[in-house]
């Protein structure tokens, strides 16, 4: 199995701790989904303490394309969360997670010219199979909420334009230095939201959190760093499909962290456990196990 492979597994893994978490921080301290986002992505302000360490200028579409991924970033963040406040994470995730990689699949066969292959080709379908299966909800009298769909749909696209320019980006330039700069078009992307409408009345209406809480908040984004940067590295010593394909593996994480967790925090994490459901959620984990092997094969 390639190391990046690997790599990328354990930042989903990260990334699905990141999103539990951010689950509980929506519910009872930053309440307003577009706070939320602000406040998540201004933390990229730190990776400015690293630009001694391998900054280094680069060409004018190298840098259009970092703050173009930045601004992908924050609009799919947002609509993250904004799915994320009213349904459960067994929901959104899936759903980010199934359609994310058919989307990057499409835009990296027609902008990047990548060839998976016959047996990469199939451990991608695997994947996607893995990721809709598990998105299934058999309990749920409304199989299709619109209400769901459009925010998870709109920030599965934006994640895929993000993945395809950030792989523009590592192809520009050195990884260290890519992923500053697309760091920093985080940053960029985060601060132009104070330019919103109704952000600043949103920002004087809500309510000052608690010490423990605003620490709660940056370590969680701590991880969520840690995530991106795994993710990162991977995109950029693999194949952009594959990477983003392999977030389906967040979603088995998020799911199982959510069941344990809904013991001790049943207002926040509610998860079917039915037989049936338990099921279908075990034949989606097969497929992405199987995906798994086929990548090691490719």
């Not at 930042?11 to 706070?35: Q, W």
């Not at 609009?75 to 969360?81: D, E, I, T």
Request: hydrophobic share 60%.
């Amino acid at each position: 199995m390639p190391s990046w492979v690997f790599i990328a597994i354990v930042g989903y893994f990260l990334g699905a701790l990141t999103k539990v978490f951010d689950k509980v921080l929506l519910r009872s301290v930053v309440r307003e989904p577009i706070l939320f986002t602000f406040f998540t992505c201004i933390v990229s302000a730190f990776v400015l303490l690293l630009l001694p360490f391998g900054f280094e200028p680069v060409a004018a579409d190298v840098a259009a394309s970092a703050f173009g991924a930045g601004i992908a970033f924050v609009a799919s963040l947002f609509f993250f969360f904004l799915a994320l406040k009213k349904f459960e994470i067994s929901r959104v995730v899936p759903l980010v997670a199934g359609i994310a990689p058919s989307i990057t699949f499409v835009l990296s066969y027609v902008f990047l010219g990548e060839r998976l292959g016959e047996v990469g080709t199939l451990a991608v379908i695997a994947l996607i199979a893995g990721g809709a299966l598990l998105s299934v909800d058999l309990s749920s009298r409304a199989k299709f909420r619109v209400d769901l769909f459009i925010p998870a749909f709109a920030s599965s696209f934006l994640l895929g334009i993000y993945f395809i320019l950030t792989k523009f980006v590592f192809a520009g330039t050195s990884f260290i230095n890519g992923f500053l700069w697309s760091r920093m078009g985080i940053l960029a992307a985060a601060l132009i939201l104070i330019l919103l409408p109704g952000f600043f009345e949103k920002m004087r209406a809500a309510r000052m959190p608690r010490p423990k809480n605003i620490v709660f908040f940056f370590l969680n984004k701590c991880l969520g760093a840690l995530s991106l940067f795994g993710v990162s590295y991977a995109l950029a010593n693999g194949q952009t499909s594959i990477v983003h394909a392999l977030g389906g593996f967040e979603y088995v994480s998020a799911f199982i962290l959510s069941i344990l967790l809904s013991g001790f925090m049943p207002r926040i994490f509610t998860e079917e456990k039915s037989p049936s459901s338990l099921a279908v959620k075990f034949f989606g984990t097969l497929l992405l196990s199987l995906s798994l092997m086929l990548l090691y094969i490719s």
